[in-house]
């Protein structure tokens, strides 16, 4: 199989940011939302000089005003930007950056009906589906509900080092996208989880491919 990118979001600190980077992440994503994980500007700037070149530095928002993510977007160096909330389109698309759009997964209908609503998404990231909330909080999805779409599929919503082989066997995502999963407190990233984390899913990874080519 292709090479799974792996995620790790919700940093806040510079060591977290170190130990992610150097255990293999391929994207790192900061908070910028209402949220334990929530990060300032400058907090963000310092941390964003930890991340190297090809390393794909996320900003995550959720149903904020256009002047706020613009304040955001003109001050960090972003890559990419990652919608949690009831946004448009249009308004995902007004930042002239990459975007995904977060899918809460209520039924086996969510992700193609998020295809065709965000055509311009890079990609859809997969969570599960709280209720009364946006956002999966930390918590798995039934992984039988995605179906194939065209779009790359970033998978979140309870991953840790214990299901994302699992994950990865029955989704086969382009991504899996850890946060709560990797941390001993909100916010806080704990170096074992993270490093058995991205270790277990290049397991996988080559476990999958392995069997493909006997």
């Excluded at 086969?172 to 899913?201: H, L, M, N, Q």
Aim: glycine share 8%.
């Amino acid at each position: 199989m292709n090479r799974v990118s792996v995620k790790v979001c919700g940093l806040t600190r510079d060591q977290d940011v170190k130990v992610a980077v150097a255990a293999g992440a391929d994207a790192v994503g900061f908070v910028f939302t209402a949220s334990p994980r929530r990060i300032s500007i400058n907090t963000a700037i310092r941390l964003l000089g930890y991340v190297p070149e090809g390393v794909l530095r996320v900003g995550l928002f959720l149903d904020q005003d256009r002047s706020e993510i613009d304040r955001v977007v003109n001050s960090v160096p972003l890559d990419m930007l990652q919608f949690h909330g009831s946004e448009t389109e249009q308004e995902c698309s007004a930042f002239d950056l990459p975007w995904l759009k977060a899918v809460a997964m209520e039924n086996a209908e969510s992700a193609k009906q998020a295809e065709r609503d965000f055509p311009g998404a890079t990609g859809l990231l997969l969570d599960s589906h709280t209720k009364g909330k946006r956002g999966g909080g930390g918590k798995v999805f039934d992984w039988s509900l995605v179906r194939p779409v065209a779009k790359p599929v970033w998978l979140a919503g309870g991953l840790n080092a214990d299901n994302v082989g699992q994950a990865i066997r029955t989704v086969k995502p382009f991504a899996v996208d850890v946060s709560s999963g990797v941390e001993a407190a909100p916010g806080i990233k704990d170096v074992a989880r993270i490093t058995a984390f991205i270790k277990t899913v290049r397991e996988v990874e080559n476990e999958i491919s392995n069997n493909n080519q006997s």
